[in-house]
């Protein structure tokens, strides 16, 4: 069965910290993966989405790394912020068009 | 572009009441997905489409449950009867790009069912 596993399911840091937030997937046949922010009470906002041949994406102080052989990726944070607080999803797609989602990490940073 | 746009952002009904959720998908995306949110489950996929044609709704609850997509710019979700255990936040979702796209939400539709 594919499935996406997140580690934690919750953290707290203080501002300034860089982080890593971690996914895990039990299929590395992968097509792609895509990293989410949710706010409460909002949907859903793309943050990174890595194609099964990349390594790696960034944006800003984001950073998304692919491993496919392990099975894994993750989602690096750097220098931390209150506004980063929010619950982070990551999200993969196999050979079809469904996008199976892991629990979340629900992350606060404070000041 | 405006993003997805779903209505209502929030509804509640009584059980037994018939539901119908909205979504206008981002112009030119080809697929859309209905997901449901909730504390217990997490996300789970309902429904999508491509080109308009259901794909697979395996996910969907049960007869209660349906969705339609006459055009390229609107889908619906209807619950009819709805009962409490249907209460979740309901995201629909689009896509261009077939399976390499990246996928957009949004906001959301809370229902309750009392």
């Known amino acids: 069965k594919q499935e996406v596993t997140q580690i934690p399911a919750a953290l707290s840091v203080p501002e300034g910290e860089n982080l890593v937030l971690n996914c895990s997937f039990t299929?590395?046949?992968?097509?792609?993966l895509q990293w989410f922010r949710q706010d409460p009470g909002k949907g859903l906002t793309s943050l990174l989405l890595?194609?099964?041949?990349?390594r790696e994406q960034t944006s800003g102080r984001l950073n998304a790394s692919l491993d496919k052989s392990s099975g894994r990726s993750t989602l690096y944070i750097a220098a931390s912020q209150p506004g980063d607080s929010a619950t982070y999803l990551c999200?993969?797609?196999?050979?079809?068009?469904?996008?199976?989602f892991g629990t979340g990490t629900r992350l606060q940073v404070f000041p | 572009d405006a993003g997805v746009i779903q209505s209502p952002r929030h509804e509640v009904t009584e059980m037994g009441q018939e539901v119908t959720l909205r979504c206008k998908p981002i112009?030119?995306?080809?697929?859309l997905f209905w997901y449901r949110q909730t504390m217990m489950r997490g996300l789970e996929l309902l429904i999508y489409?491509?080109?308009?044609?259901?794909?697979?709704d395996s996910g969907m609850p049960e007869d209660r449950f349906s969705a339609k997509m006459p055009n390229a710019s609107f889908s619906t979700l209807k619950i009819q009867p709805s009962e409490p255990r249907d209460s979740a936040v309901y995201f629909c979702?689009?896509?261009?790009?077939?399976?390499?796209?990246?996928?957009?939400f949004g906001e959301g539709s809370r229902l309750t069912v009392l």
């Open positions: 979702a689009s896509r261009t790009g077939g399976l390499a796209g990246e996928l957009f």
């Open positions: 299929d590395s046949a992968i097509y792609n």
């Open positions: 890595i194609q099964s041949s990349q």
């Open positions: 999200a993969v797609i196999w050979n079809t068009d469904k996008l199976i």
């Open positions: 112009s030119g995306h080809n697929s």
């Open positions: 489409f491509n080109n308009n044609v259901p794909i697979d």
